[in-house]
T-cell receptor
Framework: EPEVTQTPSHQVTQMGQEVILRCVPISNHLYFYWYRQILGQKVEFLVSFYNNEISEKSEIFDDQFSVERPDGSNFTLKIRSTKLEDSAMYFC?????????????FGNGTRLTVT | GENVEQHPSTLSVQEGDSAVIKCTYSDSASNYFPWYKQELGKRPQLIIDIRSNVGEKKDQRIAVTLNKTAKHFSLHITETQPEDSAVYFCAASTGNTGFQKLVFGTGTRLLVSP
């Protein structure tokens, strides 16, 4: 069964540094998402992406965040200047269609630790 | 925007018992309600989902019910086993057609004791 893949599995960075989290969505999927999960808390929506542009973003997704699909396969999340509170598990997800009857497939996540 | 409430936050049962987790949502336009199981340090995995035109769906030991009028939906696990121990999240799909996103509940930690 095809899977969403994310790299790295764990990223440690110092406060103020830039990080790029990488994702390869399932190949025939058209809608891409980033979610984050602070340890012990719920999964929170960050941003959705379709047709090479952001379709929706949450209040968490401020100017420090950006997403990009630099080629036909990768989907990246960049945090320009990390803060301690950015420490979380970041999940990439994709779905073949945007409609509700299209289940969301999650990657294994990148655990970001900001020190 | 959509708000999803989930109860209880923790649930302890004996092996073989049933477990029920309940969620409510606020946006009457939400029309898709998946349930995810998350084991420690792993990704959320879809275990069952239900569309708004269906009131109940069952898959072996797992069932989900939906009451659109009351805006609540529930997960039922029968004959629980220790490997059912995990955090379970409900979610509701909301947003404009074509750009729907999932809003998650706060999670229920289920512990099944042998």
């Amino acid at each position: 069964e095809p899977e969403v893949t994310q790299t790295p599995s764990h990223q440690v960075t110092q406060m103020g540094q830039e990080v790029i989290l990488r994702c390869v969505p399932i190949s025939n999927h058209l809608y891409f998402y980033w979610y984050r999960q602070i340890l012990g808390q719920k999964v929170e929506f960050l941003v959705s992406f379709y047709n090479n542009e952001i379709s929706e973003k949450s209040e968490i997704f401020d100017d420090q965040f950006s997403v990009e699909r630099p080629d036909g396969s990768n989907f990246t999340l960049k945090i320009r200047s990390t803060k301690l509170e950015d420490s979380a598990m970041y999940f990439c997800a994709s779905r073949p269609r945007g409609q509700a009857d299209s289940p969301l497939h999650f990657g294994n996540g990148t655990r970001l630790t900001v020190t | 925007g959509e708000n999803v409430e989930q109860h209880p936050s923790t649930l302890s049962v004996q092996e073989g018992d049933s477990a029920v987790i309940k969620c409510t949502y606020s946006d009457s336009a939400s029309n898709y309600f998946p349930w995810y199981k998350q084991e420690l340090g792993k990704r959320p995995q879809l275990i069952i989902d239900i569309r708004s035109n269906v009131g109940e769906k069952k898959d072996q030991r797992i069932a989900v019910t939906l009451n659109k009028t009351a805006k609540h939906f529930s997960l039922h696990i029968t004959e629980t086993q220790p490997e059912d121990s995990a955090v379970y999240f409900c979610a509701a799909s909301t947003g404009n057609t074509g750009f729907q996103k999932l809003v998650f509940g706060t999670g229920t930690r289920l512990l099944v004791s042998p």
